[in-house]
């Protein structure tokens, strides 16, 4: 990926931790007009349960952390933990992204018989208020947001954030297909865990809910820009205001 002639590799954005295996820095993405995004403000993430004493001591101290932003339904974060609930300095928020209503499928999505795009959709939806809560507090400082996996969830809220910003297109939907390269491992940790173990789309890899391939995303982006224009858009049109994303793109893009 090039930006203002600085390639910036993917390998340049995965952060390496033992607990966790789908963890990426949103930054050094190219923006429309020039620049691109700030490293070490907004990091994506799968379920951080698992994070060990030197994991949180290498995202809070060496990456900057503040904050967490839980995207998990309430008794599944309830059941499952985390391991940066609690951790001095950092603000935890539960913000669970569901359609339009609290179900199983929201959880991860599952079935062999589930449109992806129409699944994210619904969490675009349903969870508007707590969509625009996370912008607003991914204008203040580095913010971890995360939900199960990483992909479903975590990659409605990275898209409209990202779009919302002006990250292209292309680099919006290359950030979403790189979660397939840790799915193997997402898949194996989460079916050792009580609440995921069932979940018959991750053991059998069922396309689309256990894959994350770009036509998904690039389909759910139509979806977003025939409904809202853009992630600007939809933001501003369930309660976020002009100074609030003029602080948002502020705090994530750089010239």
């Not at 790189?178 to 890899?205: C, E, F, V």
């Not at 770009?214 to 992630?231: K, T, V």
Request: with cysteine; net charge neutral; aromatic share 4%.
């Amino acid at each position: 990926m090039s930006v203002t002639g600085t390639t910036v590799t993917d390998n340049q954005r995965w952060i390496e931790l033992a607990g966790a295996d789908n963890t990426r820095d949103l930054g050094g993405l190219p923006v429309a007009g020039g620049g691109r995004t700030r490293f070490r403000r907004l990091l994506r993430a799968g379920t951080l349960q698992d994070l060990t004493a030197g994991d949180v001591t290498h995202l809070t101290r060496d990456l900057g952390v503040q904050t967490v932003v839980d995207l998990r339904l309430a008794d599944e974060a309830a059941r499952e933990g985390s391991a940066l609930s609690g951790v001095p300095g950092v603000r935890y928020f539960s913000l669970p992204l569901s359609s339009a209503g609290s179900i199983r499928s929201d959880i991860v999505a599952d079935g062999a018989g589930m449109d992806i795009v129409g699944h994210y959709v619904a969490l675009l939806e349903g969870s508007a208020a707590n969509i625009v809560t996370a912008a607003r507090i991914f204008a203040g400082g580095t913010a971890v947001f995360h939900c199960a996996a990483g992909k479903d969830r975590t990659g409605v809220l990275a898209a409209v954030v990202l779009d919302a910003v002006g990250v292209s297109r292309e680099a919006v939907i290359a950030d979403y297909a790189l979660t397939g390269q840790r799915m193997k491992q997402i898949s194996a940790r989460l079916l050792r865990l009580p609440t995921y173990r069932d979940m018959q789309a991750l053991s059998r890899g069922i396309k689309g809910a256990a894959t994350a391939d770009e036509e998904s995303m690039a389909a759910f982006l139509d979806q977003l820009h025939g409904r809202y224009g853009s992630g600007a858009g939809y933001l501003t049109a369930h309660g976020l205001d002009s100074s609030d994303l003029a602080a948002l793109r502020a705090a994530l893009v750089e010239p």
